[in-house]
Protein backbone atom coordinates (compact mmCIF):
# COMPACT_ATOMS: atom_id res chain seq x y z
CA UNK A 1 0.00 0.00 0.00
CA UNK A 2 1.32 3.40 -0.79
CA UNK A 3 2.44 5.57 1.91
CA UNK A 4 -0.05 8.61 0.77
CA UNK A 5 -2.84 6.28 1.54
CA UNK A 6 -2.84 5.89 5.02
CA UNK A 7 -5.52 6.98 6.61
CA UNK A 8 -7.88 6.46 3.96
CA UNK A 9 -10.95 4.27 4.00
CA UNK A 10 -10.57 1.03 2.43
CA UNK A 11 -13.40 0.92 -0.23
CA UNK A 12 -11.82 4.68 -1.05
CA UNK A 13 -8.65 3.25 -1.74
CA UNK A 14 -9.75 0.46 -3.61
CA UNK A 15 -12.01 2.88 -5.94
CA UNK A 16 -8.39 5.46 -6.38
CA UNK A 17 -6.19 2.42 -7.21
CA UNK A 18 -8.39 -0.12 -8.72
CA UNK A 19 -10.71 2.70 -11.16
CA UNK A 20 -12.21 -0.09 -13.23
CA UNK A 21 -15.31 -0.56 -10.70
CA UNK A 22 -16.63 2.42 -8.51
CA UNK A 23 -16.49 2.91 -4.70
CA UNK A 24 -20.08 1.50 -4.71
CA UNK A 25 -18.77 -1.73 -6.41
CA UNK A 26 -15.91 -2.23 -4.51
CA UNK A 27 -18.22 -1.53 -1.01
CA UNK A 28 -20.45 -4.75 -1.74
CA UNK A 29 -17.03 -6.87 -2.88
CA UNK A 30 -15.60 -5.85 0.26
CA UNK A 31 -19.11 -7.06 1.72
CA UNK A 32 -18.57 -10.38 0.28
CA UNK A 33 -15.27 -11.12 1.38
CA UNK A 34 -13.65 -10.84 -1.28
CA UNK A 35 -11.25 -8.08 0.20
CA UNK A 36 -8.55 -8.85 2.66
CA UNK A 37 -5.71 -6.86 4.94
CA UNK A 38 -2.94 -8.47 6.17
CA UNK A 39 -4.83 -12.10 5.33
CA UNK A 40 -8.10 -11.13 7.03
CA UNK A 41 -11.62 -10.14 5.50
CA UNK A 42 -11.99 -6.53 6.24
CA UNK A 43 -14.71 -3.77 6.48
CA UNK A 44 -15.59 -0.91 4.22
CA UNK A 45 -14.66 1.52 6.72
CA UNK A 46 -11.07 0.22 7.83
CA UNK A 47 -8.80 2.76 7.66
CA UNK A 48 -5.72 1.80 5.99
CA UNK A 49 -2.45 2.38 7.89
CA UNK A 50 1.25 2.37 5.65
CA UNK A 51 2.62 -1.46 5.40
CA UNK A 52 -0.52 -3.20 5.46
CA UNK A 53 -1.09 -5.77 2.30
CA UNK A 54 -4.45 -5.10 0.98
CA UNK A 55 -5.30 -8.18 -1.31
CA UNK A 56 -8.84 -7.87 -3.48
CA UNK A 57 -10.68 -10.04 -6.05
CA UNK A 58 -11.79 -8.37 -9.13
CA UNK A 59 -15.57 -8.21 -8.10
CA UNK A 60 -18.45 -9.37 -10.71
CA UNK A 61 -21.02 -6.78 -11.49
CA UNK A 62 -24.59 -8.37 -10.70
CA UNK A 63 -26.66 -9.90 -13.18
CA UNK A 64 -29.14 -6.90 -14.71
CA UNK A 65 -32.72 -7.34 -14.96
CA UNK A 66 -33.64 -4.35 -16.55
CA UNK A 67 -35.07 -4.57 -19.89
CA UNK A 68 -34.66 -1.69 -22.92
CA UNK A 69 -37.72 -0.16 -23.87
CA UNK A 70 -38.21 2.53 -26.35
CA UNK A 71 -38.72 6.04 -25.14
CA UNK A 72 -38.52 9.26 -25.92
CA UNK A 73 -35.48 11.03 -24.11
CA UNK A 74 -34.84 14.90 -24.39
CA UNK A 75 -31.45 15.14 -24.16
CA UNK A 76 -30.21 18.64 -24.02
CA UNK A 77 -25.97 17.75 -24.62
CA UNK A 78 -24.29 14.77 -25.99
CA UNK A 79 -20.72 14.35 -25.91
CA UNK A 80 -18.71 10.46 -25.98
CA UNK A 81 -18.71 10.65 -22.26
CA UNK A 82 -21.70 11.95 -20.51
CA UNK A 83 -25.05 13.46 -21.94
CA UNK A 84 -27.35 16.04 -19.81
CA UNK A 85 -30.80 14.67 -20.07
CA UNK A 86 -34.06 17.04 -19.42
CA UNK A 87 -36.45 14.62 -17.05
CA UNK A 88 -40.27 15.44 -17.38
CA UNK A 89 -42.01 15.49 -14.18
CA UNK A 90 -43.90 11.70 -13.86
CA UNK A 91 -40.59 9.67 -15.13
CA UNK A 92 -39.26 7.36 -12.66
CA UNK A 93 -35.26 7.70 -13.03
CA UNK A 94 -34.61 3.25 -12.03
CA UNK A 95 -36.10 0.98 -11.37
CA UNK A 96 -36.72 0.50 -7.61
CA UNK A 97 -39.88 -0.97 -5.19
CA UNK A 98 -42.90 -0.86 -7.18
CA UNK A 99 -41.21 0.40 -10.36
CA UNK A 100 -39.17 -1.91 -12.54
CA UNK A 101 -40.53 -0.92 -15.86
CA UNK A 102 -41.24 2.50 -17.74
CA UNK A 103 -38.33 4.54 -16.42
CA UNK A 104 -35.39 6.58 -17.75
CA UNK A 105 -32.94 3.84 -17.10
CA UNK A 106 -35.22 1.62 -19.41
CA UNK A 107 -34.80 3.90 -22.24
CA UNK A 108 -31.30 4.59 -21.88
CA UNK A 109 -30.48 0.61 -22.44
CA UNK A 110 -32.26 0.82 -25.33
CA UNK A 111 -30.96 4.19 -27.20
CA UNK A 112 -27.12 3.36 -25.41
CA UNK A 113 -26.35 -0.32 -25.32
CA UNK A 114 -22.88 -0.21 -23.50
CA UNK A 115 -23.42 2.45 -20.72
CA UNK A 116 -21.49 2.00 -17.35
CA UNK A 117 -22.90 -0.05 -14.31
CA UNK A 118 -20.83 1.14 -11.43
CA UNK A 119 -23.92 2.28 -9.71
CA UNK A 120 -25.85 -0.88 -9.69
CA UNK A 121 -26.58 -2.85 -12.69
CA UNK A 122 -30.38 -1.62 -12.93
CA UNK A 123 -29.56 2.22 -13.12
CA UNK A 124 -27.37 2.09 -16.09
CA UNK A 125 -25.09 5.40 -16.48
CA UNK A 126 -27.41 7.30 -13.48
CA UNK A 127 -24.70 9.08 -11.76
CA UNK A 128 -27.63 11.10 -9.78
CA UNK A 129 -31.19 10.92 -9.74
CA UNK A 130 -34.56 13.26 -9.48
CA UNK A 131 -37.74 12.41 -7.43
CA UNK A 132 -40.10 10.90 -10.08
CA UNK A 133 -42.48 14.25 -10.10
CA UNK A 134 -39.41 16.72 -9.93
CA UNK A 135 -38.80 17.64 -13.97
CA UNK A 136 -35.15 18.80 -15.08
CA UNK A 137 -31.55 18.24 -15.80
CA UNK A 138 -30.06 15.01 -14.79
CA UNK A 139 -26.34 14.10 -15.62
CA UNK A 140 -25.83 10.41 -16.88
CA UNK A 141 -22.68 8.85 -18.11
CA UNK A 142 -22.30 6.79 -21.12
CA UNK A 143 -18.50 5.11 -19.71
CA UNK A 144 -17.22 3.77 -16.71
CA UNK A 145 -14.72 6.93 -16.26
CA UNK A 146 -17.27 9.25 -16.85
CA UNK A 147 -19.32 7.88 -14.02
CA UNK A 148 -16.32 7.73 -11.55
CA UNK A 149 -15.23 11.46 -12.24
CA UNK A 150 -19.02 12.89 -12.40
CA UNK A 151 -19.73 10.74 -9.25
CA UNK A 152 -16.64 12.17 -7.65
CA UNK A 153 -17.21 15.62 -8.68
CA UNK A 154 -20.80 15.62 -6.89
CA UNK A 155 -19.35 13.84 -3.67
CA UNK A 156 -17.11 16.49 -4.05
CA UNK A 157 -19.55 19.18 -4.25
CA UNK A 158 -18.21 20.32 -7.59
CA UNK A 159 -21.40 20.07 -9.45
CA UNK A 160 -23.69 22.91 -8.88
CA UNK A 161 -27.48 22.34 -8.78
CA UNK A 162 -29.95 24.88 -8.38
CA UNK A 163 -33.77 24.25 -8.63
CA UNK A 164 -37.06 26.56 -8.80
CA UNK A 165 -39.84 26.27 -6.62
CA UNK A 166 -43.30 27.27 -5.15
CA UNK A 167 -43.61 27.15 -1.37
CA UNK A 168 -46.42 27.88 0.99
CA UNK A 169 -45.76 30.94 2.93
CA UNK A 170 -43.00 33.50 3.03
CA UNK A 171 -39.81 31.33 3.87
CA UNK A 172 -37.66 34.97 3.96
CA UNK A 173 -35.18 36.90 1.87
CA UNK A 174 -32.72 34.08 1.75
CA UNK A 175 -31.61 31.36 3.93
CA UNK A 176 -30.03 28.19 5.29
CA UNK A 177 -31.70 24.71 5.98
CA UNK A 178 -29.14 22.64 7.74
CA UNK A 179 -30.62 19.56 9.22
CA UNK A 180 -29.44 15.71 9.25
CA UNK A 181 -31.84 13.83 7.22
CA UNK A 182 -32.54 10.07 7.33
CA UNK A 183 -35.27 7.30 7.07
CA UNK A 184 -38.86 8.35 9.05
CA UNK A 185 -39.02 6.37 12.38
CA UNK A 186 -42.56 5.18 11.87
CA UNK A 187 -43.09 5.74 7.53
CA UNK A 188 -40.42 3.68 5.94
CA UNK A 189 -41.51 5.56 2.16
CA UNK A 190 -40.45 8.90 3.69
CA UNK A 191 -37.53 10.70 4.84
CA UNK A 192 -37.01 13.15 7.61
CA UNK A 193 -34.87 15.70 10.20
CA UNK A 194 -33.82 13.10 12.70
CA UNK A 195 -30.59 13.32 14.80
CA UNK A 196 -29.10 10.04 13.69
CA UNK A 197 -29.29 11.26 9.90
CA UNK A 198 -26.87 12.69 7.27
CA UNK A 199 -25.63 15.96 7.51
CA UNK A 200 -27.65 17.94 4.78
CA UNK A 201 -27.64 21.49 4.08
CA UNK A 202 -29.89 23.17 1.37
CA UNK A 203 -29.25 27.20 0.43
CA UNK A 204 -32.64 28.97 -0.53
CA UNK A 205 -33.02 32.75 -2.19
CA UNK A 206 -36.82 34.36 -2.32
CA UNK A 207 -37.37 35.28 -6.29
CA UNK A 208 -41.26 36.46 -5.95
CA UNK A 209 -43.53 36.43 -2.46
CA UNK A 210 -47.11 36.54 -3.08
CA UNK A 211 -47.49 36.53 0.38
CA UNK A 212 -49.49 33.35 0.73
CA UNK A 213 -46.58 31.81 -1.35
CA UNK A 214 -43.00 32.32 -2.27
CA UNK A 215 -41.53 31.80 -5.77
CA UNK A 216 -37.90 30.42 -4.69
CA UNK A 217 -34.33 29.59 -6.04
CA UNK A 218 -32.93 26.29 -4.09
CA UNK A 219 -29.59 25.04 -4.10
CA UNK A 220 -28.11 21.92 -2.97
CA UNK A 221 -24.97 21.74 -0.62
CA UNK A 222 -25.70 17.91 -0.59
CA UNK A 223 -27.57 15.32 -2.02
CA UNK A 224 -29.67 13.44 0.14
CA UNK A 225 -33.11 11.60 -0.67
CA UNK A 226 -35.68 13.98 -1.42
CA UNK A 227 -33.59 16.63 0.47
CA UNK A 228 -35.45 19.73 -0.53
CA UNK A 229 -38.92 18.96 -0.04
CA UNK A 230 -38.00 17.59 3.64
CA UNK A 231 -36.29 20.73 4.33
CA UNK A 232 -38.48 22.84 3.11
CA UNK A 233 -41.27 21.45 5.20
CA UNK A 234 -39.04 21.13 8.68
CA UNK A 235 -38.90 24.78 8.12
CA UNK A 236 -42.76 25.07 8.06
CA UNK A 237 -42.69 26.04 4.27
CA UNK A 238 -43.47 23.25 1.89
CA UNK A 239 -43.35 22.82 -1.89
CA UNK A 240 -46.53 23.31 -3.03
CA UNK A 241 -48.65 20.32 -4.36
CA UNK A 242 -46.21 18.21 -2.55
CA UNK A 243 -48.76 15.30 -1.14
CA UNK A 244 -46.11 13.50 0.91
CA UNK A 245 -44.60 16.19 2.79
CA UNK A 246 -47.52 18.57 3.76
CA UNK A 247 -47.75 21.47 0.80
CA UNK A 248 -51.90 20.33 -0.15
CA UNK A 249 -53.30 23.52 1.55
CA UNK A 250 -51.90 26.87 2.13
CA UNK A 251 -50.07 27.10 5.48
CA UNK A 252 -50.29 29.72 7.69
CA UNK A 253 -52.60 33.08 7.79
CA UNK A 254 -55.90 34.59 7.23
CA UNK A 255 -57.31 34.06 3.81
CA UNK A 256 -60.88 34.26 2.58
CA UNK A 257 -61.82 30.69 1.73
CA UNK A 258 -63.15 31.22 -2.11
CA UNK A 259 -59.27 32.51 -1.90
CA UNK A 260 -57.58 29.74 -0.26
CA UNK A 261 -60.00 27.22 -2.91
CA UNK A 262 -58.56 28.72 -5.66
CA UNK A 263 -55.19 28.41 -4.17
CA UNK A 264 -55.62 24.55 -4.00
CA UNK A 265 -57.22 24.10 -7.30
CA UNK A 266 -54.65 25.84 -9.09
CA UNK A 267 -51.98 23.53 -6.99
CA UNK A 268 -53.98 20.24 -7.62
CA UNK A 269 -54.46 21.61 -11.59
CA UNK A 270 -50.61 20.99 -11.64
CA UNK A 271 -50.74 17.10 -10.28
CA UNK A 272 -46.79 16.88 -8.96
CA UNK A 273 -44.74 19.04 -6.32
CA UNK A 274 -43.78 22.42 -7.72
CA UNK A 275 -40.46 21.66 -8.10
CA UNK A 276 -37.81 21.89 -11.07
CA UNK A 277 -33.99 21.19 -11.46
CA UNK A 278 -33.56 24.28 -13.18
CA UNK A 279 -29.41 24.68 -13.81
CA UNK A 280 -26.46 22.68 -14.05
CA UNK A 281 -22.98 23.92 -13.76
CA UNK A 282 -19.57 22.01 -13.56
CA UNK A 283 -16.03 21.41 -14.87
CA UNK A 284 -15.80 18.90 -17.69
CA UNK A 285 -14.65 15.89 -15.98
CA UNK A 286 -12.16 15.50 -19.06
CA UNK A 287 -10.93 19.29 -19.54
CA UNK A 288 -10.68 22.20 -18.21
CA UNK A 289 -13.83 24.35 -19.31
CA UNK A 290 -16.79 24.99 -17.17
CA UNK A 291 -20.12 23.71 -18.57
CA UNK A 292 -23.84 25.38 -17.65
CA UNK A 293 -26.92 24.39 -18.80
CA UNK A 294 -30.46 25.85 -17.84
CA UNK A 295 -33.46 24.00 -18.24
CA UNK A 296 -37.14 26.45 -18.99
CA UNK A 297 -39.74 25.99 -16.85
CA UNK A 298 -42.44 23.37 -17.56
CA UNK A 299 -45.72 24.47 -19.00
CA UNK A 300 -47.54 23.10 -15.53
CA UNK A 301 -45.47 24.95 -13.43
CA UNK A 302 -45.68 28.21 -15.50
CA UNK A 303 -49.24 28.15 -15.02
CA UNK A 304 -49.19 27.84 -11.18
CA UNK A 305 -46.96 30.97 -11.34
CA UNK A 306 -49.48 32.55 -13.55
CA UNK A 307 -52.24 31.88 -11.44
CA UNK A 308 -51.02 32.22 -7.98
CA UNK A 309 -49.67 35.93 -9.34
CA UNK A 310 -53.56 36.70 -10.17
CA UNK A 311 -54.36 35.54 -6.57
CA UNK A 312 -51.95 38.09 -4.89
Known amino acids: MAEGSSGERLDTFLAAALA ?3 RSRWHR ?3 DGLVKVDGKVASAGLKL ?5 VEALEPEAPPSTLEPEEREIHIIHEEEDFLVVDKPAGLVVHPGAGQWTGTLANALLHRFRDLPTGGGADRPGIVHRLDKDTSG ?6 SERAHR ?7 DRDVE ?4 GMVWGDPGAEGLVEAPIGRHPRERVKMAVVESGRQAATEFRRITNFGFAAEVELKLRTGRTHQIRVHLAHIRHPVVGDLTYGGVVPIGGVMEPVKRQALIAAARRVGRQA ?3 QRLRFKHPFGDAMLEFESPLPEDLVQLRSSFRAQA
Open 161 to 164: RRYW
Open 29 to 31: AIE
Open 149 to 155: ALSKALA
Open 275 to 277: LHA
Open 20 to 22: DHS
Open 49 to 53: KAGMM
Open 137 to 142: LLLVAR
